[in-house]
């Protein structure tokens, strides 16, 4: 799994996106803030991707 430079938050989105449209059953991720994953994770689990969050609660509100 590709390492991301610390607040890179336009590399950690890309990269959610990418891993989502490889057909992976699952995906961990510890997001950089509350909302930069909120739209990602939202189609992820709409495509049944289970999602592992490690870090930071997702303001899904």
């Not at 961990?28 to 803030?33: E, G, H, I, T």
């Amino acid at each position: 799994m590709p390492r991301l430079p610390k607040g890179n938050f336009q590399s950690q989105l890309q990269l959610f996106e990418d891993l989502s449209n490889k057909n992976y059953k699952g995906i961990a991720f510890a997001p950089l803030s509350s909302v930069n994953l909120v739209m990602p994770v939202a189609k992820a689990w709409k495509k049944g991707i289970f999602l592992v969050n490690l870090d930071e609660k997702i303001d899904m509100g």
